[in-house]
């Protein structure tokens, strides 16, 4: 069988081989980044980094902010409905055994930051405090759920 014009004594002709000569492309070199376009790769995704955690951090905050409000405005229903419940007056203070019932699981809720929750007489509200900065709360902060 006669080769192609231009391929005598190449031996088999090759599409590719034609197409890579037209082309000026080598099929020897291997593929793979060279260590700079890694290192200017991983640059890029380390500013994207930067640039991303200090609102990360942020929202995390303002959550447990708010997980803390939902409770605290959780704990004041409750102690709400223990006072209408035992016929409770203004200023009779309940316990945590005595509104708990009136919680999901018949416990108070969970502290989401290390806080601690204080009940207060029926007519003031409740409150937490946290022993450390909690978005954009300060340490030992009363923290009321209409702040």
Same mark, same amino acid.
């Given at each position: 069988?006669a080769s192609?014009?231009g391929?005598? +004594?190449?031996?088999?002709?090759?599409?590719?081989?034609?197409? !890579?000569?037209?082309?000026?492309?080598?099929?020897?070199?291997?593929? +793979?980044?060279t260590?700079?376009e890694?290192?200017?790769? &991983?640059?890029?995704?380390?500013?994207? &980094?930067?640039? $991303?955690?200090?609102?990360f951090t942020? =929202?995390?905050? !303002?959550?447990?902010?708010? &997980?803390?409000?939902?409770?605290?405005?959780?704990?004041?229903?409750?102690?709400?409905?223990w006072? %209408?419940?035992?016929?409770?007056?203004? +200023?009779?203070?309940? $316990?945590?055994?005595?509104?708990? =019932?009136y919680?999901?699981?018949?416990?108070?809720?969970?502290? $989401?930051?290390?806080?601690?929750?204080? %009940? =207060?007489?029926?007519?003031?509200?409740p409150? $937490? %405090?946290?022993?450390?900065? &909690? +978005?954009d709360?300060?340490?030992?902060?009363? %923290?009321?759920e209409?702040?």
């Open positions: 069988m192609p014009a391929t005598a +004594g190449s031996g088999t002709w090759n599409p590719l081989n034609q197409f !890579a000569k037209l082309m000026n492309i080598s099929l020897n070199r291997r593929g +793979g980044f260590l700079i890694i290192m200017i790769v &991983v640059g890029i995704i380390a500013m994207l &980094v930067a640039m $991303a955690a200090p609102n942020r =929202q995390m905050g !303002a959550s447990k902010v708010t &997980v803390i409000k939902n409770n605290l405005r959780l704990i004041d229903t409750a102690k709400l409905n006072a %209408i419940e035992y016929k409770k007056n203004e +200023g009779d203070v309940p $316990a945590e055994e005595d509104i708990a =019932q919680l999901k699981g018949s416990k108070m809720p969970t502290p $989401a930051a290390g806080e601690t929750y204080h %009940i =207060q007489p029926i007519g003031e509200p409150y $937490a %405090i946290c022993d450390k900065p &909690v +978005g709360i300060k340490p030992n902060t009363k %923290i009321f209409d702040m």
